[in-house]
């Protein structure tokens, strides 16, 4: 099993999580996924990679190093992105009733390992 | 001070582990170069996140910038670390005091004083607050015109006086605040650089269109309207939301404060910016 299976195994694993990929930010493509029914894959890692380009960009300008983690709140659920090495991002998308923190911890401690 | 300062900066690029920040912090914080004192104390606290005195020193700072909650939430963060510290008892005193409740802040100068029986400057605080406390049962005066009786720490040598601006009532005031209209244009607020200059303008600009994308991402993955976006940097915590539909709001805060408070503050200042936006037009 590889590194990025290997997360997004961990990932999927919390309660609450409707599906995990990675994305290449440089291009929004997915990189490898496992996801639900009924959630894009292609959407979300477009979506996500430009929306967490532009916050690590605006990170930037406020002269702070790069995001370690992203969550972007919504009526029904969240959006979770974790930035790695190589412009690679490994993005979660969970229910409301989700655990975040749990979700967030196998987050930053997964995207540091993808390759 | 300016030699002081020179050397301790000096000493501080030397050795970057050496606990010099302490020495230049409170002296750029006397001077009054309570930005410089701001960043130094902060790299302090990032590299001794468990030392009491780091805390201690930027409380100091805030408080003399005007960020008074910041300063409680420093100077908490201290006794935390250390229960016994007289200067952080003498500090979360000064603001209760400053918060109108004099009672709290009697109670924190008793505390300072079990801790440090020896300072006069405790026992003349203690016994101006009494005095106060008595005057108050007999006819209160008004909080806004009673002067502080005491000061945790001697104030900076000089100061600028700003004009209320939009978030003059959130916790903090202007600082790590930022109202940003669609095209990514600063209504209000400001942020600090790394190195001391306002970032503000080149931060809202890089805002424009993320509440358009948050919106279609939210919506897309069928999770309905977007609420806040946090961001966590190992230096620092920014949340964003959404006043109207057409602004967006930023709050900035040091990674020393939770994540959650931040967003509190920032539902704050959100609130805040809907009165001011609804009033001006």
């Given at each position: 099993?590889?590194?990025?299976?290997?997360?997004?195994?961990?990932?999927?694993?919390?309660?609450?999580?409707?599906?995990?990929?990675?994305?290449?930010?440089?291009?929004?493509?997915?990189?490898?996924?496992?996801?639900?029914?009924?959630?894009?894959?292609?959407?979300?890692?477009?979506?996500?990679?430009?929306?967490?380009?532009?916050?690590?960009?605006?990170?930037?300008s406020a002269g702070l190093?790069?995001?370690?983690?992203?969550?972007?709140?919504?009526?029904?659920?969240?959006?979770?992105?974790?930035?790695?090495?190589?412009?690679?991002?490994?993005?979660?998308?969970?229910?409301?009733?989700?655990?975040?923190?749990?979700?967030?911890?196998?987050?930053?401690?997964?995207?540091?390992?993808?390759? | 001070?300016?030699?002081?300062i020179?050397?301790?900066t000096?000493?501080l690029?030397?050795?970057?582990?050496?606990?010099?920040f302490?020495?230049l912090a409170?002296a750029l914080r006397?001077r009054g170069q309570l930005e410089a004192a701001y960043k130094v104390a902060r790299g302090g606290i990032s590299?001794?996140?468990?030392?009491?005195?780091?805390?201690?020193?930027m409380?100091?700072v805030l408080?003399d910038q005007g960020d008074?909650?910041g300063?409680?939430?420093?100077?908490?963060?201290?006794?935390?670390?250390?229960?016994?510290?007289?200067?952080?008892?003498?500090?979360?005193?000064?603001?209760?005091?400053?918060?109108?409740?004099?009672?709290?802040?009697?109670?924190?100068?008793?505390?300072?004083?079990?801790?440090?029986?020896?300072?006069?400057?405790?026992?003349?605080?203690?016994?101006?607050?009494?005095?106060?406390?008595?005057?108050?049962?007999?006819?209160?005066?008004?909080?806004?015109?009673?002067?502080?009786?005491?000061?945790?720490?001697?104030?900076a040598?000089s100061s600028v006086?700003r004009?209320?601006?939009?978030?003059?009532?959130?916790?903090g005031?202007e600082r790590g605040?930022l109202?940003?209209?669609?095209?990514?244009?600063?209504?209000?607020g400001s942020l600090s650089g790394a190195d001391g200059s306002e970032v503000g303008d080149q931060v809202?600009?890089?805002?424009?269109?993320?509440?358009?994308?948050?919106?279609?991402?939210?919506?897309?993955?069928?999770?309905?309207?977007?609420?806040?976006?946090?961001?966590?940097?190992?230096d620092g915590?920014?949340?964003?939301?959404?006043?109207?539909?057409?602004?967006?709001?930023?709050?900035a805060r040091d990674?020393?404060?939770?994540?959650?408070?931040?967003?509190?503050?920032?539902?704050?200042?959100?609130?805040?910016?809907?009165?001011?936006?609804?009033?001006?037009?």
């Open positions: 099993m590889t590194a990025t299976q290997t997360a997004l195994d961990r990932v999927t694993r919390v309660a609450g999580v409707r599906g995990a990929l990675v994305v290449d930010a440089a291009d929004g493509l997915v990189v490898a996924e496992q996801l639900m029914d009924g959630v894009d894959g292609q959407a979300a890692a477009a979506l996500a990679g430009s929306l967490v380009g532009r916050l690590v960009r605006t990170a930037e190093r790069p995001p370690a983690f992203v969550h972007l709140r919504g009526d029904a659920g969240s959006v979770l992105a974790a930035p790695g090495p190589d412009e690679l991002v490994l993005v979660a998308v969970v229910g409301p009733d989700a655990n975040l923190g749990l979700a967030r911890l196998e987050m930053i401690g997964a995207a540091g390992r993808l390759a | 001070m300016a030699d002081d020179r050397a301790l000096t000493r690029a030397d050795e970057p582990g050496s606990l010099a302490l020495e409170e006397r590299r001794y996140p468990g030392l009491a005195d780091a805390h201690d020193v409380a100091r408080n008074l909650a300063a409680f939430d420093a100077w908490s963060s201290a006794l935390q670390l250390d229960p016994m510290r007289a200067s952080a008892l003498k500090g979360v005193a000064f603001l209760y005091f400053r918060a109108g409740d004099k009672a709290a802040a009697f109670d924190q100068l008793q505390r300072a004083h079990e801790v440090d029986p020896d300072d006069p400057s405790i026992l003349q605080a203690i016994a101006r607050m009494g005095a106060e406390l008595r005057a108050d049962a007999a006819a209160p005066p008004p909080v806004e015109t009673a002067a502080a009786p005491f000061q945790p720490a001697p104030a040598e006086r004009p209320p601006g939009l978030f003059h009532d959130v916790e005031g605040l109202l940003v209209d669609a095209n990514g244009l600063r209504l209000g809202a600009a890089q805002l424009a269109g993320v509440s358009r994308e948050a919106a279609r991402a939210t919506r897309l993955l069928g999770l309905g309207s977007w609420h806040s976006i946090a961001v966590e940097s190992p915590h920014l949340v964003l939301t959404q006043p109207t539909a057409d602004t967006i709001l930023l709050a990674p020393s404060l939770p994540m959650g408070r931040v967003e509190l503050l920032a539902e704050r200042a959100a609130r805040a910016a809907r009165t001011w936006l609804e009033a001006q037009a």
